[in-house]
C-alpha cells in the first residue's frame, strides 16, 4: 500500500519539496501528486523583467518532472479537510476530492492592497504572471513622458522600479517609500542604489506613505499628491487564504504555525513550507517571505518526510540569511551581505558584478527545482511505516 503524499503549489517550495521527497524514497513506497493550477513553472523571482516586455523561457511542469515519479494534477485548490485528510480541487472536468496521508501546503502568497483605498482598482502587481503580464500590457500602452509610480521600498519595489525604468527611459518612473530609499542598507549599499537611481532617472519619494490610489495619482499621509499614470503595487505579501479556513493552527496573518521540520503543530501529517509557514529563524525572528527563505524550508520538509516515513535522522540545521540578492536593471545589481537574522553588514557587492551574481542565482532557484537534491546522488529508501486510509499504521515494506 502506497502512502499518499499530496503537495499542494508547484512554486520553488512546493515543486522542490515533491521532488526532493521522490528521489529520497523508493516509488514502489509512495504516491506523489503535485497539485497546481497552471501547467508551467513560475519564476516569480523574474516576475519584474516579465512585466518590463521581456520574455523568459517557457518551464512546462510535465516536462521537468517527466521520468520522477511525481504525478501532476493541474486543479484549482478551493479547500482542504484536515480531519478528513482531503483536498477539494477543481479542473477541467470539474469539482474533486483527493485524499493523503502526508499533507505539503504550498500555496505561497500573492499581493496585498493593505485595505488601502483604491489599490485593489487601480494598482498593479507583480507577485503572480497574470499581475506582471497585465502590467506588461498596461506599459507597452503608455506614452513618453507618462508616471509610472512604484509603491514600496521593499527588494521588489526596487526590482520593479529599476526594471521598468531601464526598459522605459521615456517614461518618468518614480518610487514611493515608507521610510527612507533602502534605509535597511549598508552605507555602501544605500550610496549605489541612489547612485542607480540618479543614472536611470527615478524620482524617489521618501517617508512617503500611501494612503489612496486613483486612476491618475496616489495621495500620501502628509497631504501629498504624485501624479501616476500607473501604480504599481509592492508594499507586500499576504499568504493564501485557504489554510485560515482549516482547523490547522494558524497566526493572524494566515500563515501555518509549524516547528522545526515544516511540520504543523495541530496537525503532525501536513507540512507547510515557504510563504505559507510561519517559520522561527536567528534571533527567533520570523523567516521573511522570499525566495530565500522558502527554498530551505522545502529542503527542510522534505527530508523531514522521508525521515519519517523510512527511518532516518530529520534535519537539525537552523535556516538563516547570507545575503539580499537585488537585481536594479538588466546592468547593475546590489548583493547586500547581512547576518544570521537578515541584517544589513557593511560589506556589499555593487555593481555588473553583482548583477552577474543576482542571474545566477535566478538561474539557480530555477535549476533547484528540476534538481532538488543539488545534483548529489542519491538512494531511495524504503517506507518503513505507512498510513491506512483509516488513519491507523500499520507495517510496510522495510
Partial sequence: ?????????????????????????????????????????????????????????????????????????????????????????????????????????????????????????????????????????????????????????????????????????????????????????????????????????????????????????VATADGRAIPAAVAVWTTGFAVHPIARATALEVTDSGQIVVDGTMRSVSHPDVYAVGDAAMVMGPGDKPLRMSCASGVPTAWHAADAIAARLAGGRLPTSRIRYFNQCISLGRGEGLIQYVTADDRALRAALTGRLAAVYKELVCKGAAWGVANPTLGLPTRRRRVTRARTTAGSTVDALA
Avoid at 487601480?122 to 509610480?149: I, M, N
Fill in 1 to 217: 500500500m502506497q502512502h499518499r503524499i499530496i503537495v499542494l503549489g508547484a512554486g520553488y517550495t512546493g515543486a522542490i519539496v515533491a521532488g526532493r521527497v521522490a528521489r529520497r524514497l523508493h516509488r514502489e513506497d509512495v504516491s506523489i501528486t503535485l497539485v497546481n493550477e497552471g501547467a508551467d513553472f513560475v519564476e516569480r523571482v523574474r516576475m519584474h523583467q516579465l512585466a518590463a516586455g521581456q520574455d523568459l523561457k517557457p518551464r512546462p511542469l510535465r516536462e521537468m518532472f517527466a521520468g520522477t515519479g511525481v504525478g501532476l494534477r493541474l486543479a484549482r485548490v478551493t479547500g482542504v479537510d484536515v480531519d478528513r485528510r482531503t483536498v477539494a480541487v477543481v479542473d477541467a472536468n470539474g469539482a474533486g476530492e483527493l485524499a493523503y496521508d502526508t499533507l505539503v501546503y504550498a500555496l505561497g502568497s500573492g499581493w496585498d492592497s493593505r485595505g488601502v483605498p483604491g489599490a485593489a482598482e487601480y494598482a498593479y502587481e507583480v507577485s503572480s504572471r497574470p499581475g506582471a503580464l497585465r502590467l506588461r500590457e498596461r506599459l507597452a500602452r503608455l506614452d513618453a513622458g507618462q508616471t509610472v509610480l512604484v509603491v514600496g521600498g521593499g527588494l521588489t519595489g526596487l526590482e520593479a522600479v529599476t526594471e521598468i525604468a531601464e526598459a522605459r527611459p521615456d517614461l518618468d518612473v518614480a518610487l514611493a517609500a515608507r521610510g527612507g530609499l533602502g534605509d535597511w542598507l549598508s552605507p555602501r549599499g544605500r550610496e549605489h542604489l541612489r547612485k542607480v537611481f540618479d543614472k536611470l532617472g527615478i524620482t524617489a519619494y521618501e517617508h512617503a506613505t500611501v494612503t489612496g490610489v486613483e486612476a491618475d495619482r
